[in-house]
């Protein structure tokens, strides 16, 4: 009889920060991976830090901007096939504190807003395959099973 071993997941964060009917995304920079495309605010979560905090932490670290948890707005959960299975939390900001800035130019070239209607062409795939859900008003989805 094989032994079976629990799979330890890796989760992340994703941050839409909307003005209205835009969010902002960063250009990814000198990370190795996706070198270009846009991506939303997003990082990992670390140990002992519930997803709320985690999303506060990142907001804080990588945009500059104070978001208090009850600000943060479930939008949607991804089980990703990436690096043998992440689970990536989406979540909605519609209220914040301060103005967006780059604060990590080393993995960022620039921060833009564009409307969820007219994402951009150069988006990670399963970014945009998580905004679509989100629109359509589906809570989860799988992606590269």
Same mark, same amino acid.
């Given at each position: 009889?094989?032994?079976?071993?629990?799979?330890?997941?890796?989760?992340?964060?994703?941050?839409?920060?909307?003005?209205?009917?835009?969010?902002?995304?960063?250009?990814?920079?000198?990370?190795?991976?996706?070198?270009?495309?846009?991506? #939303?605010?997003?990082?990992? +979560?670390?140990?002992?830090?519930?997803?709320?905090? %985690?999303?506060? $932490?990142? /907001?804080? !670290?990588? =945009?500059?901007?104070?978001?208090?948890?009850?600000?943060?707005?479930?939008?949607?959960?991804?089980?990703?096939?990436?690096?043998?299975?992440?689970?990536?939390?989406?979540?909605?900001?519609?209220?914040?504190?301060?103005?967006?800035?780059?604060?990590?130019?080393?993995?960022?070239?620039? #921060?833009?807003?564009?409307? +969820?209607?007219?994402?951009?062409?150069?988006?990670? %795939?399963?970014? $945009?395959? /998580?905004? !679509?859900? =989100?629109?359509?008003?589906?809570?989860?989805?799988?992606?590269?099973?």
């Amino acid at each position: 009889m094989t032994a079976s071993h629990r799979h330890q997941l890796t989760a992340d964060v994703h941050l839409l920060l909307l003005d209205g009917d835009q969010v902002l995304f960063g250009r990814r920079q000198n990370t190795g991976y996706e070198d270009g495309a846009y991506h #939303l605010p997003s990082g990992h +979560l670390e140990a002992g830090e519930s997803v709320i905090a %985690a999303l506060v $932490r990142e /907001a804080k !670290e990588e =945009i500059g901007v104070t978001i208090e948890p009850e600000a943060v707005e479930f939008a949607h959960v991804m089980h990703n096939s990436s690096s043998g299975g992440r689970a990536a939390f989406f979540f909605a900001v519609r209220k914040w504190d301060g103005e967006p800035d780059n604060r990590e130019p080393d993995k960022c070239s620039e #921060l833009a807003w564009f409307p +969820l209607d007219e994402l951009p062409t150069h988006l990670i %795939a399963y970014c $945009r395959t /998580a905004l !679509e859900h =989100i629109a359509a008003g589906q809570p989860f989805s799988t992606y590269g099973w």
